[in-house]
C-alpha cells in the first residue's frame, strides 16, 4: 500500500494552526510532524484494510451460501401443470443444470408456482440438480423428468436466514473504520474552522 503524503496546501493548513496556537517549530521538527501526521493516516488505512479483511473473512462462509441460493434461485422456472388425481397439485419444475423435475403436494396446501421455487431452491439434497440428459433429443428416459411427491411432508425449508454472527461481523467490518474515519474529519473540521479564526 502506497504511504500517504500531504500535498502542500494540507502542509500550510498545519503551519497556520501551528501559527494560531502561537506554536514556533524549526524546520526539522515541523518535518518530523508532519512525517508523523502521514504515518498515523498510512497506519489508519492499512488498519482499516486488515479489520475489513478479518471480520469479512469470519462472515464470508456464509455470505458465500447466501449468494449460492440466490444465484441457484435465478435458474428455476415453475409452472404449473396437470396431474392423475384431483387431489393433488403439479407444477412443472426446470432447474439448474437442465434438470426437470414434477412436483406433487396434497391440494390441501396451497402453493404457488412462487412457494414451489423457494422449496426447490433450499432443498438441494432433494432437488439436486441432476440434468435431464436428454440435450435435445427426442428418445432416451433421460429426457423424463423426475417425480418427486411432496404430498406428505410435514416440513419444507422455504428460506434461510444469516447468522447473528455474520450480521454482527459484516456490521463491525464496515462500522469501526467508519466511525474512526468519521471521527477524523470532525477534528480535522475543529481544526480547520480553529485555523480560520
Request: include cysteine; glycine fraction near 8%.
Amino acid at each position: 500500500m502506497a504511504e500517504f503524503r500531504l500535498d502542500e496546501e494540507q502542509r500550510a493548513g498545519v503551519r497556520d494552526c501551528l501559527r494560531k496556537a502561537d506554536i514556533a517549530l524549526s524546520t526539522a521538527v515541523f518535518e518530523r510532524l508532519v512525517r508523523d501526521i502521514e504515518d498515523s493516516i498510512s497506519r489508519f488505512r492499512l488498519f482499516s484494510v486488515l479489520w475489513v479483511i478479518s471480520f469479512l473473512g469470519l462472515s464470508a462462509p456464509d455470505w458465500y451460501e447466501a449468494a449460492t441460493y440466490w444465484y441457484r434461485g435465478l435458474e428455476i422456472r415453475v409452472t404449473k401443470t396437470s396431474c392423475r388425481e384431483d387431489v393433488h397439485s403439479c407444477f412443472d419444475v426446470a432447474g439448474p443444470g437442465n434438470a426437470k423435475y414434477i412436483v406433487q403436494f396434497d391440494q390441501k396446501t396451497k402453493m404457488t408456482p412462487d412457494d414451489i421455487a423457494t422449496v426447490v431452491k433450499y432443498d438441494m439434497q432433494r432437488f439436486n440438480d441432476r440434468p435431464s440428459g436428454c440435450r435435445g433429443k427426442t428418445k432416451g428416459y433421460g429426457c423424463d423428468p423426475i417425480f418427486i411427491d411432496l404430498s406428505n411432508e410435514e416440513w419444507l425449508v422455504t428460506g434461510r436466514s444469516l447468522a447473528p454472527n455474520t450480521v454482527l461481523f459484516t456490521t463491525l467490518a464496515f462500522a469501526v473504520p467508519a466511525g474512526l474515519l468519521a471521527l477524523g474529519v470532525a477534528l480535522g473540521w475543529v481544526a480547520t474552522g480553529f485555523r480560520q479564526n
